[in-house]
């Protein structure tokens, strides 16, 4: 296992025993104190502001009253926002793991790493037919880096649905899906448990904090958790919506607390 590192930075976030932790605290600058975590010296945001410099930051912090504590709230603005003045046709503000993360934010194969986060919906969040993504697993390098492993999309149906999208190689399939009805104006918490590799392990669950009432399950012992010639794979969490039926869509404020990466 790689070493121990322990890092407190105004006693509200660390590195311990392999593990990553970042929470909001009302008070530091949110992404200077997202980056001290996921990546020291340099940037992890994903953000829109370049598109929508009048609003400001599109990560930002408030204190929430079902949890009592901070947290980070992602914004995103129909008419205005895009992907980082690089493609228009889709939005984008997310945070990630990347090539200047601590190594223990970066999944190498035969690890085991467990993902955990918390987040919240509004209760009159919109999603289109179109994908409405929350978190990816994403490979760096080899031929299917720009397909992710895992993905957790919004989508709209009848009832709409959040699903978890698997691609083995380059084509996604949905291993399960739950009302999304479900998760709106509630607190959830995910646990995401991966061991990486050609053969690897899969387990989600997704538990609705005001009742514990799973809201999503699904495991698989033998599964493919790796990308062909990959470097590692990394987290991302936050939403990244495609813009192809826009009137579906609304401005949205996405709330996400208690991230977490362990090896195991």
């Known amino acids: ?21 970042l929470k909001a605290d009302g008070k530091t600058d949110t992404y200077v104190l997202i980056n001290t975590i996921l990546a020291p010296g340099y940037s992890v945001i994903e953000a829109p502001d370049c598109a ?15 949890l009592n504590c901070y947290v980070f709230q992602f914004h995103i603005h129909t008419d205005k926002d895009n992907d980082r003045c690089k493609k228009f046709d889709r939005q984008r503000n997310e945070i990630k793991a990347y090539e200047q ?8 194969e035969g690890e085991t790493v467990v993902y ?24 760096v ?6 397909m992710p492993l895992v993905t957790l999309t919004a989508r709209k149906g009848d009832p709409d649905k959040l699903e978890l999208r698997y691609a083995e190689n380059t084509t996604q399939e949905t291993l399960t899906k739950a009302d999304l009805n479900a998760f709106k104006g509630n607190w959830v918490e995910i646990t995401e448990t991966v061991t990486f590799g050609e053969t690897g392990k899969y387990k989600i669950e997704i538990i609705r904090i005001k009742d514990g009432k799973s809201l999503m399950s699904y495991q698989s012992k033998k599964i493919r958790t790796w990308k062909t010639d990959a470097d590692f794979l990394r987290p991302k969490w936050g939403i990244y919506r495609s813009l192809k039926y826009k009137d579906d869509l609304r401005d949205e404020v996405i709330s996400f607390t208690d991230f977490s990466i362990e090896e195991i």
Do not use: C, R, Y
């Open 141 to 146: 390098g080899g031929s299917e880096a720009n």
């Open 52 to 66: 929508h410099e009048e609003f400001g930051k599109h990560i930002t912090q408030i204190f929430d009253k079902e």
């Open 1 to 21: 296992m790689k070493a121990t590192l322990v890092i407190m930075l105004l006693g509200f976030f660390g590195f311990a025993n392999a593990q990553t932790i």
């Open 116 to 139: 955990k986060w918390k987040f919240k919906l509004d209760e009159n969040f919109k999603v289109s037919k179109g994908f409405t993504h929350l978190h990816q697993l994403k490979a």
């Open 101 to 108: 993360s601590p190594e223990n934010t970066k999944a190498t």
